[in-house]
């Protein structure tokens, strides 16, 4: 992660948010809370862990883009502050999965703080859609050249950069559906990466013994079929990405142009990670392990040297309060649980440390009848393959404290079940999650997690971000 702090001018942003972006690799440090889209980009967008916004999953009923959702955190958010701040705002692409829907508000509804909309209608898609347009319906088609919707991203952003007032500062959100879900390349990528398959390192097709349920029920190793499906999804994603770099070339070049990008800070990030075979699960997220919770950050800015890493952890609840530090607003009088990493990139400037410990927890999803494609483990499960692997249940419910404290970095999960099972990981010796150390570690150790995850999961505002505790040796 690239960071710079520039107190001094007008500060201008653009975030590129993206969903399901495969991390197995992991030089960045940043983490989502949930590694689920809804919840997830609820979180970017108030800096509130899921426990304190309300939104569990990516239903109505879960309050993802509900009327809660709208009367109480939404109203509190990113562009709400930066609108005080006089910026000129301006969001692009997929909001919140539910967004648009009649138990959402409809497209009328504008969420506070946005000067120009172009919002989605309901989850990822790149033809046949709907936009709200400043609350207007806006149908598309099939067309490429109008209606292939990463390149209409592109394509209005520039044109807000072209119509902004040059009096004022200006933040973008563009939220592109790729790489999500149907996978659809444009037309001049559909034949790239013929040859790539998923990688085959860590967890790849590894059995999921000592976890939860959930990760036991997959065939391993996995049959041709499944194998065949994840690579083919690996390649279409891949595909799609192709559109996201030409954004990117295209928006450097114009804040180049018009002689800003000197003055932008630029955040590339996404919503969750995803997995491709990892313990022989195809394709999804919705897991506690490092592949679905760790996500890529990058940010570019004035002065910034090339080639910086920086190792203190960062979460997605962090990405609100920091713009808005940059951007001169008073952080005493914005509701969030996360921090700005100003501090931890400055320490010269400000004071900060970073935190040793933070908390991760998801509501799992489930179907109250038999799913058709696995009868076989009834009802309660959801998000099921024809091979049935299932990769989301009712009781795939859990929290979890990630600790990084130096050579005993260790996750602590405990499950809302009838088993009331838990899973520990040492991510120092075991970085892929083979093992399951919960019966292996001291009890004092377990109990003071446990103790740890308690607070965490009630905590709110300042109490969320205590960075330190006692320390925990395995």
């Not at 809804?38 to 426990?51: A, F, K, Q, T, V």
């Not at 933040?171 to 990688?199: C, G, I, R």
């Not at 989301?392 to 404290?401: I, K, Q, R, W």
Request: net charge neutral; charged share 20%.
């Amino acid at each position: 992660m690239n960071y710079y702090y520039y107190y001094y001018y007008i500060h201008f942003f653009l975030i590129l948010l993206l969903p399901l972006l495969t991390f197995l690799v992991y030089p960045s440090s940043c983490f989502t809370v949930t590694p689920l889209c809804c919840p997830s980009r609820s979180s970017i967008l108030s800096g509130r862990y899921p426990h304190n916004h309300g939104v569990r999953n990516n239903s109505v009923s879960g309050n993802c883009s509900s009327a809660g959702w709208q009367k109480g955190p939404e109203s509190e958010a990113l562009p709400v502050y930066l609108s005080k701040q006089k910026y000129q705002t301006f969001f692009a692409g997929k909001y919140l999965n539910q967004y648009g829907s009649k138990a959402g508000g409809g497209v009328g509804h504008v969420p506070l703080g946005w000067d120009q909309w172009h919002a989605l209608v309901g989850n990822s898609q790149y033809y046949n859609y709907t936009l709200s347009v400043n609350g207007k319906e806006e149908k598309h088609g099939d067309v490429y050249e109008k209606d292939y919707l990463p390149d209409l991203i592109r394509n209005r952003s520039l044109q807000f950069l072209d119509n902004r007032s040059p009096q004022h500062p200006f933040f973008l959100m563009l939220s592109l559906p790729a790489p999500h879900s149907p996978w659809t390349a444009a037309p001049q990528y559909q034949k790239e990466f013929s040859d790539v398959k998923a990688p085959r390192d860590g967890s790849f097709d590894k059995p999921g013994k000592d976890k939860h349920w959930l990760l036991r029920q997959p065939t391993n190793p996995m049959p041709n079929s499944s194998v065949g499906f994840l690579d083919e999804a690996y390649r279409k994603r891949w595909r799609t990405l192709l559109s996201v770099d030409d954004l990117v070339e295209m928006l450097v070049q114009k804040l180049k142009d018009i002689k800003e990008l000197n003055n932008t800070y630029i955040f590339y990030t996404s919503d969750n990670g995803y997995h491709t075979g990892q313990f022989s699960l195809p394709i999804d997220k919705r897991q506690l392990y490092e592949f679905d919770i760790r996500v890529p950050l990058l940010v570019r800015g004035p002065g910034i040297k090339a080639n910086i890493t920086v190792q203190a952890p960062v979460l997605n609840i962090d990405l609100t309060p920091t713009i808005l530090d940059i951007a001169g607003t008073n952080l005493s009088s914005v509701n969030t649980d996360g921090f700005s990493y100003l501090p931890l990139m400055a320490p010269s400037l400000r004071n900060g440390s970073a935190r040793s410990f933070f908390l991760v927890e998801y509501s799992g999803e489930g179907q109250s009848t038999e799913d058709p494609s696995c009868p076989k483990l009834g009802p309660g499960v959801s998000e099921c393959f024809p091979d049935c692997v299932c990769e989301d249940a009712f009781n795939n419910t859990y929290a979890c404290v990630r600790a990084l404290e130096g050579p005993n970095d260790l996750q602590y999960c405990e499950f809302a079940d009838s088993e009331s099972f838990v899973e520990v990981y040492n991510m120092t010796s075991d970085p892929h999650q083979l093992e399951n150390i919960v019966k292996k570690v001291d009890p004092a150790v377990l109990q003071a997690m446990n103790q740890r995850l308690i607070k965490l999961q009630s905590c709110v505002g300042s109490s969320c971000r205590e960075v330190k505790g006692a320390r925990l040796l395995l």
